[in-house]
């Protein structure tokens, strides 16, 4: 799992070509997005997200039920595409804020992935499906 506070931590993903640059976008436009709603006037260089609002990247071999804990704070799951990328893109409640986690589809072994398809169903609205 590759945890994103600062600008200087994307910087790092870039420089080592971990995600796709794609997905590597979005995650820079949602940080961006965190810093303009909450900076308080710090400078974007300086801007550091607090841990419980640090944005997550999931990896092949992460415990993702573990890392998501207790499913009741899951407060969505999207699944994105962007240029034939699929991703998943969770909203986890941790206080009064929501941290986003990403992780590309397909990596996990068979029970996380299940278990994200599952999530994916219920916020997409078949509430009936079983969790």
């Not at 799992?1 to 979005?26: A, F, N």
């Not at 550091?48 to 990247?57: K, T, V």
């Not at 009064?96 to 916020?123: P, R």
Request: aromatic residues 10%; hydrophobic residues 35%.
């Amino acid at each position: 799992m590759k945890m994103i506070q600062t600008l200087y931590d994307l910087e790092g993903l870039k420089r080592t070509q971990v995600i796709p640059i794609e997905m590597l976008k979005q995650i820079e436009q949602d940080f961006l997005h965190v810093y303009e709603s909450e900076n308080d006037n710090v400078y974007l260089m300086d801007f550091r997200l607090p841990f419980h609002q640090a944005l997550l990247l999931l990896e092949q071999g992460d415990e993702v039920q573990g890392i998501l804990g207790d499913p009741l704070e899951i407060e969505y799951v999207e699944k994105e595409s962007l240029e034939g990328l699929d991703y998943y893109r969770i909203g986890k409640r941790e206080d009064h804020d929501i941290q986003l986690i990403y992780s590309l589809v397909g990596i996990h072994d068979k029970d996380s992935e299940q278990f994200l398809k599952e999530y994916l169903l219920w916020s997409e609205g078949g509430r009936g499906t079983y969790i």
